[in-house]
């Protein structure tokens, strides 16, 4: 494979980082520029009003967002509900993924982990479908203008577009989580055109858009440790202890170095699996080795940001603190390390 960041990736990247660079509140206001340059809508495809390209620049938006520790909706709006729409979606509700590439509506994906079985259940009623149970750490649940939910159907995963008005939405304190919210489905009845694709499509659709929320948070997580890592090394090079800069020790050095191996790692098998992905490949192996190295490596970055830093990084009005708890949300949203490790373990065994 080419690991040669196209001429999208670079100038979406750059872009991005410009943005949130210049609107450090990661807001409504954020968001809003984001829409207005175009980013929303440059990775979508021109079937729902974006500019055609893909994963691989969702991807450099998302290192952005990591970086930033910004809170904005891209990966489950985006990545996930417009993109989802725009490929599985019928013409109406390709018109929902315009909306959200132009900024006017927030997407949130209500998924289920596939080591966890799903809390949804949808069965066929007289005047569409009617779903049952609660989806628990929804991002961007809290200010969706439309959810993407997954439930178990008869004849497998099926996908339902559901309006919050409809059900119960209460915010969800998590650890770096934004506007992670709880969603109680509570026997809502939705229309049938609100069901995305067919039931027999559903398992594609479903395993498709975990892949792909698999790969965004491990394209959040390279942003979070990447600039960790940068503020780190800056902070070891100005603290002095005894007379020297901290980080000419030879035990902060080291953890450094590993550190910044640890960061490569997951920059590698990132890209491997977008790639794979982007071109439609199989890549279940490839998908769970880089989100083991985002939640293992990520693990060990944000525990050396914190450790070099002294009591400066557990300050939880701190740059180092927030960039810490990024990276523990990251590193368990939909499975840690070992839970990828027993998917890469599955696939071996059944080959």
Known sequence: MDFTPTAGQAELGALTREILTDHVSAGRDAWAELAKAGVLAAALPESAGGDGLGLLEQCSVLIEIGRAVSQVPYLPSIVLGASALARYGSPGQRQLAEQAGRGDIVIAAALADEEIADPATAREVSDGWQ????KTAVPAGAVADMLLVSAVAP???ALFLVEPGNVTVRPQQVTGGGDTAVVDLAGVVVPADR?????????ETADWLLARATIGFCALQLGVTERALELTAAYARTREQFGKPIGSFQAVSQRLADSYIDVEAIRLTLWQAAWRLAEGLPAETEVATAKFWAAEGGHRIAHTAVHVHGGVGIDMEGDVHQYYAAAKFNEFALGGATAQLRRIGAVLAAG
């Open 195 to 203: 069901l995305i694709g067919s039931i027999a499509a559903g398992p």
């Open 155 to 157: 004849g497998g995963t």
């Open 131 to 134: 779903l049952a149970g609660t």
